[in-house]
Nanobody, 128 residues
Framework: QVQLVESGGDLVQPGGSLRISCEAS????????ISWFRQAPGKEREWISC????????YHEDSVMGRFTIFRDNAKNTVYLQMNSIKPEGAGVYYC?????????????????????WGQGTQVSVSS
């Protein structure tokens, strides 16, 4: 089973940019569907973005469309989430999740139960 470690969380100003990382060990990530989830204090963990295997097609939650980008660097066995124009509601703990059994990423990547591997999370704070 793949192990995931997130990093790169920081304090960022509203409107700013940040790139967070999800590095894998124990297996190569290029055969896994990867999703990023965010959990704000007192709220449910919510899906943000997903990248599929093969063609690397990406999907994003509507509120981050056009501002967030998810992409892979297979040489580094890492998936990134580039966040631009960050809003105050973008604060929270960001988790990456992976699974190599997801056959329909567009339909399944939003659901936490489909993911067997999770990282420990990285904190993103948004404040001026």
């Amino acid at each position: 089973q793949v192990q995931l470690v997130e990093s790169g969380g920081d304090l960022v100003q509203p409107g700013g940019s940040l790139r967070i990382s999800c590095e894998a060990s124990g297996s190569t990530l290029d055969s896994y569907v990867i999703s990023w989830f965010r959990q704000a204090p007192g709220k449910e963990r919510e899906w943000i973005s997903c990248i599929s295997v093969g063609n690397g097609k990406t999907y994003h939650e509507d509120s981050v469309m056009g501002r967030f980008t998810i992409f892979r660097d297979n040489a580094k066995n890492t998936v990134y989430l580039q966040m631009n124009s960050i809003k105050p509601e973008g604060a929270g703990v960001y988790y990456c999740a992976a699974d190599n059994r997801i056959i329909n990423p567009q339909a399944m990547s939003r659901t936490k139960l489909f993911f067997g591997s999770w990282g420990q999370g990285t904190q993103v704070s948004v404040s001026s």
